[in-house]
């Protein structure tokens, strides 16, 4: 799956919002009432924001985008310029 959020911050889709998706999909396909607690959607961005920066060594983009998902109110993307990820699965 992590490989499909890295090509989906490419896009312009943030790692979060890619995420939900998958998530949604996998979890609640026919639900739509489901929204994340307090605390939980900072974590999730909390760990897509290491993954990116310390991991991948992106850089986060200033603005931040609008999700408004599962709970979810807004996101960072990753600017992956002059960064080279090899996925091997």
């Known amino acids: 799956m992590l490989h499909s959020i890295v090509i989906s911050n490419k896009l312009g889709i943030t ?6 998706e998958n998530y949604q999909i996998l979890n609640y ?3 739509t009432d489901f929204e994340f607690k307090d605390g939980e959607e900072v974590f999730i961005g909390a760990t897509f924001g ?9 850089s986060k983009v200033e603005k931040r985008k609008k999700v408004e998902k ?6 960072s993307l990753f600017d ?3 960064t080279i990820i090899e996925i091997i699965e």
């Not at 599962?70 to 996101?75: D, K, S, V």
């Open 15 to 20: 790692p979060v919002e890619a995420f939900l």
């Open 29 to 31: 396909p026919l639900g």
């Open 50 to 58: 290491f993954i990116f920066q310390f991991i991948f060594g992106f």
């Open 70 to 75: 599962l709970g979810i109110e807004t996101a």
């Open 80 to 82: 992956s310029r002059n």
